[in-house]
């Protein structure tokens, strides 16, 4: 028999891009919210996980590069949370994957502690490693007005749909 938790003793858990039938991403969000499974439009588990993740209704599949599951950086997930829900209207920009923003003082967006950079009125937040950049508005009506979880899901499901294609 296999031991659940010493067989991932050693391993970190990964945030991965995962694939959802279409309307499906509140069940498949309730299904592993269930098993204890960490999921914000994206789904946090380990590798060895990663075909048990099929087992689930409404997965279509993970979104691959070079042949692997992607796997999106920490930073990277903890900067759409943040940015999302402090900005309301939030468009989307193209940029080349690990590729450097030059914002409007000539400094390049290439800092690993702090991924959202404020300047004239402009809030962007850089996703490197999926070749994207997030941009709003950042007044003060924008700062101190939080997104209703409501609303936050489509909001977020939307971008997601840009980026995956």
């Not at 060895?48 to 409404?58: D, N, P, R, V």
């Not at 999106?72 to 402090?86: A, M, S």
């Not at 962007?124 to 999926?130: F, G, N």
Request: with cysteine; proline share 5%; net charge positive.
């Amino acid at each position: 028999m296999v031991n659940f938790l010493t067989d991932f003793m050693n391993e970190t858990k990964n945030w991965y891009i995962a694939y959802t039938r279409p309307g499906q991403e509140r069940k498949v969000t309730e299904a592993l919210s269930r098993k204890k499974i960490e999921c914000y439009c994206f789904v946090r588990i380990f590798e060895a996980q990663i075909q048990e993740l099929h087992k689930f209704s409404g997965v279509i599949n993970l979104v691959f590069w070079l042949n692997k599951p992607f796997i999106v950086p920490d930073h990277e997930i903890n900067t759409i949370r943040e940015f999302l829900n402090e900005y309301r209207t939030v468009v989307l920009e193209k940029i080349g994957i690990d590729e450097k923003v030059r914002f409007a003082n000539n400094l390049f967006a290439d800092n690993k502690d702090r991924w959202i950079y404020v300047s004239n009125n402009t809030a962007r937040a850089v996703l490197p490693s999926l070749g994207y950049t997030l941009t709003a508005k950042a007044t003060p009506e924008t700062i101190e007005m939080p997104v209703p979880p409501q609303l936050f899901l489509p909001r977020l499901r939307s971008i997601m749909d840009k980026i995956v294609g």
